[in-house]
């Protein structure tokens, strides 16, 4: 643990006890240089080293004390993290702004998983504790002594701390993970929303498109006539106040016809061709000699005609 970081590892004790000499031969495995169990283990072979003929047991019970308590500290740092954005969900509402995002659903999802190890990593330790317990017993004389009844009530401790711990990380994992759906059904429902509202203002703009629509048809006629009587293919009289026109009016109305009927023209072909013209400006997906031999013998890029680009797999005879 370094400033409220907390990182998991493991270590390995390999203990063999010879029944015939009572001697034992440890080998500890340790993840970290200088950790807490290595001072002890050194203090007690320092001021203790006699103990360690009596009790066969003694770095076990040492390694037990010493790791066994920082889980109830992890969990307690892990609940303490969990716990304000717990509430945080729980007060939270659909149609206000939320304190709460996809950031926050990462971190829960995170705790989910850590509380989910705990109780793993518990159980072997109960494990552990039971074969411990068998050998004491089986090591044990038909009348144990006050020591190895001693040592058997820790183990029970020991025993218990553990399903008490894995009992805990249970609970918040599946509080967790309620929590975590919560928050996801709240952030998907807040897009619905936001969905809807988007909506709306796109109604909101159609009705003020078609609105602007009416009114240029309204005004295209007049537009129409003023645009025509302000050529020069017509003049107004002042002897005889009248309008006089040109015999070359014709040439506005052959360009206009011929301008429109092409315009229509180009927009039938278009529809026919359902989007020739932009396929061939799209790139090409090349089919290497390998691709033949599949079933799947090529692959094209299309664009369709909604102005929507996608890729289409179409299965060709070999």
């Given at each position: 643990?370094?400033?409220?970081?907390?990182?998991?590892?493991?270590?390995?004790?390999?203990?063999?006890?010879?029944?015939?000499?009572?001697?034992?031969?440890?080998?500890?495995?340790?993840?970290?240089?200088?950790?807490?169990?290595?001072?002890?283990?050194?203090?007690?072979?320092?001021?203790?080293?006699?103990?360690?003929?009596?009790?066969?047991?003694?770095?076990?019970?040492?390694?037990?004390?010493?790791?066994?308590?920082?889980?109830?500290?992890?969990?307690?740092?892990?609940?303490?993290?969990?716990?304000?954005?717990?509430?945080?969900?729980?007060?939270?509402?659909?149609?206000e702004?939320?304190?709460?995002?996809?950031?926050?659903?990462?971190?829960?999802?995170?705790?989910?998983?850590?509380f989910?190890?705990?109780?793993?990593?518990?159980?072997?330790?109960?494990?552990?504790?039971?074969?411990?317990?068998?050998?004491?017993?089986?090591?044990?004389?038909?009348?144990?002594?006050?020591?190895?009844?001693?040592?058997g009530?820790?183990?029970?401790?020991?025993?218990?701390?553990?399903?008490?711990?894995?009992?805990?990380?249970?609970?918040?994992?599946?509080?967790?993970?309620?929590?975590?759906q919560?928050?996801?059904?709240?952030?998907?429902?807040?897009?619905?929303?936001?969905a809807?509202?988007?909506?709306?203002?796109?109604?909101?703009?159609?009705?003020?498109?078609?609105?602007?629509?009416?009114?240029?048809?309204?005004?295209?006629?007049?537009?129409?006539?003023?645009?025509i009587?302000?050529?020069?293919?017509?003049?107004?009289?002042?002897?005889?106040?009248?309008?006089?026109?040109t015999?070359?009016?014709?040439?506005?109305?052959?360009?206009?016809?011929?301008?429109?009927?092409?315009?229509?023209?180009?927009?039938?072909?278009?529809?026919?061709?359902?989007?020739?013209?932009?396929?061939?400006?799209a790139?090409?997906?090349?089919?290497?000699?390998?691709?033949?031999?599949?079933?799947?013998?090529?692959?094209?890029?299309?664009?369709?005609?909604?102005?929507?680009?996608?890729?289409?797999?179409?299965?060709?005879?070999?």
């Open positions: 643990m370094s400033a409220g970081k907390w990182v998991l590892r493991q270590s390995g004790l390999y203990h063999r006890y010879n029944t015939m000499t009572s001697q034992s031969i440890y080998i500890l495995l340790n993840p970290m240089p200088r950790s807490q169990l290595q001072e002890q283990v050194s203090a007690h072979l320092r001021d203790r080293p006699h103990t360690t003929l009596i009790d066969p047991f003694w770095l076990h019970r040492l390694l037990l004390s010493t790791h066994l308590p920082a889980w109830r500290q992890y969990i307690a740092a892990q609940e303490k993290e969990f716990l304000p954005k717990a509430n945080s969900t729980f007060a939270t509402f659909i149609d702004p939320l304190r709460l995002g996809y950031d926050t659903l990462s971190t829960l999802v995170g705790l989910q998983n850590r989910l190890q705990v109780p793993v990593i518990m159980e072997h330790t109960t494990e552990l504790l039971d074969e411990l317990k068998g050998w004491l017993v089986d090591l044990s004389d038909p009348h144990p002594s006050q020591q190895t009844i001693n040592l009530t820790e183990l029970r401790n020991h025993k218990r701390h553990c399903q008490a711990y894995a009992r805990s990380a249970e609970y918040l994992q599946r509080r967790a993970q309620s929590v975590a919560l928050l996801s059904d709240t952030l998907s429902f807040r897009d619905q929303v936001e809807k509202i988007q909506n709306g203002n796109m109604i909101q703009l159609n009705k003020s498109a078609v609105f602007i629509t009416a009114l240029t048809l309204l005004y295209l006629p007049s537009s129409f006539v003023a645009s009587f302000g050529m020069n293919f017509f003049d107004y009289d002042m002897d005889t106040r009248r309008i006089v026109g015999s070359m009016v014709w040439i506005y109305v052959v360009a206009s016809v011929i301008l429109t009927s092409i315009t229509m023209l180009f927009y039938y072909w278009l529809l026919k061709r359902d989007g020739a013209l932009f396929k061939s400006l790139p090409k997906v090349r089919v290497t000699a390998d691709w033949v031999q599949t079933p799947f013998a090529s692959m094209t890029r299309r664009l369709t005609n909604r102005g929507n680009a996608g890729v289409e797999l179409k299965e060709l005879p070999i």
